[in-house]
């Protein structure tokens, strides 16, 4: 027998095992529910996979809602892709970041008034997916209560699923989460001096 025909074979028991053990994990996950997402981490991609995720959900068609905090004035490809939809509805805050705003008091009374969009969402069994991207930043910064953010995730509809986005994501949204993606920052052109891409960064 050749060397390549023996690898071959080898390859191909390794791929029958395997095949068993997923198929085993598979047939154990019967649990449905669902799910809190929860995408952290210093790297760029975050927001990224949420949306892409909301294309996946879309096209399921499954009603859905996105709540942006942070976010500026500024056109966002996924806004612009998704906000006619009949199956999204799409709340921005609109203020920029914080050091554009340079106004404590006027952020936290604009992520107030976007919250309550959140709530409204997250009370709605009839939404199946919500988006609330770069909402870790309200709960480092102070603008929202924890304890009340906590409260709204732990008790919204069973089957409603909720993807969390940006840094520094609290203990307690890390523990209370089903899925944590932490996205690593490698290496970012910005670093070397590229400006934001349409198409790529926004």
């Known amino acids: 027998m050749s060397n390549n025909e023996e690898r071959n074979k080898r390859h191909k028991r390794a791929m029958q095992r395997k095949k068993s053990h997923i198929d085993a994990r598979i047939a154990e996950a019967q649990r449905d529910k669902g799910l809190l997402v929860l995408l952290t981490g ?119 699923h909720v993807i969390v986005t940006g840094r520094n994501a609290a203990k307690e949204l890390v523990e209370l989460a089903d899925t944590v993606s932490e996205v690593a920052d490698t290496k970012h052109a910005f670093n070397a001096g590229i400006k934001v891409q349409k198409g790529i960064d926004y």
């Open 42 to 160: 210093n790297g760029k991609g975050k927001s990224s996979s949420a949306f892409g995720m909301l294309a996946r959900s879309v096209g399921h068609g499954l009603k859905c809602g996105v709540v942006q905090f942070i976010k500026g004035q500024w056109e966002c490809g996924e806004q612009l892709l998704f906000e006619g939809s009949p199956l999204v509805e799409f709340h921005v805050m609109n203020t920029g970041f914080t050091w554009e705003t340079q106004d404590r008091d006027k952020d936290i009374a604009a992520a107030l008034a976007t919250w309550e969009k959140a709530v409204e969402l997250l009370s709605d069994s009839d939404i199946d997916v919500v988006i609330l991207d770069e909402l870790t930043y309200m709960l480092t910064y102070g603008y929202l209560d924890k304890e009340s953010v906590l409260t709204a995730l732990k008790n919204r509809p069973e089957s409603q």
